[in-house]
Structures are given as structure tokens and as C-alpha cells.
């Protein structure tokens, strides 16, 4: 059963570092394993959403970098890219 993961509209507002910052942030949290069962759910949660926006902020990066056309004479030119 594969749900699909919504980003909430905070999460969108995030920068790619400041997503990573604060899923690492919760993986630490998480790896200590100093907090009641029901917050763990509930920062798991949004790591799962944080790592989604990430995801997607690669792949939009990417497909960013695989516009870029390199001419015959080593000048680089960009293609406008639709966004996602």
C-alpha cells in the first residue's frame, strides 16, 4: 500500500538546506531514542514529508543542470525549463 506524501505548505516554504537541516536535526532525535513513542511517530512523519521536498528539490535541480546544452565552440547555453 503506497500512500502518497503531501508537503504541507511550511515545508514547501523550505529551502533545500533548511529541509535537510531539519531531517537531520530529526534523525538525531529519532537515533537517541530519548523521546515518548508518540512524538517519534509524529516527527517520523514529517522527516518522511521533509525527505520527500528534498527529493524534489534534487530532481528539479537536476533537471535544471540536464538543460544546460554545451556548443561545438565550449560556450554553455540554457533551455527555460517548465517547472513542475
Known sequence: M???????????????EEALSELEQIVERL????IE?????????RGVVL???CESK???AKMKVDKIITQ?????STEPLDDI
Not at 2 to 16: A, G, H, Q, W, Y
Not at 31 to 34: L, N, Q, S
Open 72 to 76: 561545438p565552440d565550449g560556450d554553455f
Open 58 to 60: 534534487l530532481k528539479t
Open 51 to 53: 525527505k520527500t521536498h
Open 2 to 16: 503506497n500512500k502518497k506524501v503531501e508537503i504541507t505548505n511550511d515545508i514547501k516554504k523550505l529551502s533545500f
Open 37 to 45: 513513542l508518540e512524538d517519534s511517530i509524529s516527527i517520523y512523519e
Open 31 to 34: 537515533e537517541r531514542g530519548d
